[in-house]
């Protein structure tokens, strides 16, 4: 590795190691072991920092621009890094973008993983960690439906890009089957979840005051029917209306 041959440059402490081996011959390995450990600070830092700001630029500008219009120039300057950094880490725009993907995915199968820690593990349990994960990232707002139905457009042109999304929604729709008779029920509840998330992107003239009552109504319908559920034993009704009121 190139850091461990950085101490064989030419100091009084190489050369005293060096005179005092038997025979006076060389061991690389005695010398690397009579070196102090380096400082944490002198470790060269892994470049993952600059791949996550990459991938954050690429969200601000596609936020801005749309994914399909996006350039790495725009990224770059974003960033705040040279475009031949950014192509250090990726090589295209093609690339760029399912980095993103995968990035968005990867945080969404973590929160997943996380809320499904609270939950028995079976299909109930699985909705359940659904649902509260969708939740959170409703109220959180960490990812933004403009972005994300950008993305969704750019893969017209580049239909790979959407591989692991559908993906993870054969998988979805796989754990929700093992519910049987209430699959449907199930599948509509994420699906509503699916609809909050980018309602907040359509823009329309209605009234905040108008947008509330259809919240409201909605959230109303979604805490029935999750009384009603067998599956639904163990949600708690905040998580819907929270979210609804979020998603407004």
Not at 169 to 198: C, S
Request: aromatic share 6%; charged share 25%.
């Amino acid at each position: 590795m190139p850091w461990a041959l950085e101490p064989l440059c030419t100091t009084s402490t190489t050369a005293s190691s060096f005179l005092n081996e038997p025979s006076g011959r060389y061991s690389l390995e005695s010398h690397v072991h009579r070196q102090r450990p380096r400082a944490p600070d002198m470790i060269r830092k892994p470049r993952s920092d600059a791949r996550a700001r990459i991938l954050d630029a690429a969200l601000a500008v596609a936020d801005r621009v749309g994914a399909a219009h996006l350039t790495l120039d725009a990224v770059a300057a974003e960033a705040g890094v040279s475009k031949g950094g950014l192509l250090y880490h990726f090589a295209n725009k093609e690339l760029l973008l399912r980095g993103v993907v995968e990035h968005h995915m990867a945080e969404h199968q973590r929160d997943l993983d996380l809320a499904a820690t609270q939950f028995p593990p079976d299909a109930g349990g699985y909705l359940q960690a659904f649902v509260h994960a969708q939740s959170g990232e409703l109220m959180s707002r960490r990812k933004e439906p403009g972005v994300t139905q950008s993305f969704i457009a750019a893969a017209v042109n580049t239909p790979d890009l959407m591989d692991l999304p559908r993906q993870q929604a054969r998988a979805h729709i796989g754990r929700l089957r093992a519910l049987g008779p209430d699959f449907i029920d199930a599948l509509l509840m994420t699906l509503a979840l699916d609809g909050l998330f980018f309602r907040r992107h359509v823009r329309n003239a209605r009234s905040g005051r108008s947008r509330a009552r259809t919240a409201a109504r909605g959230a109303g319908r979604a805490r029935e029917g999750l009384g009603r559920a067998p599956f639904g034993r163990g949600l708690s009704p905040a998580h819907v209306s929270a979210a609804d009121s979020s998603a407004g």
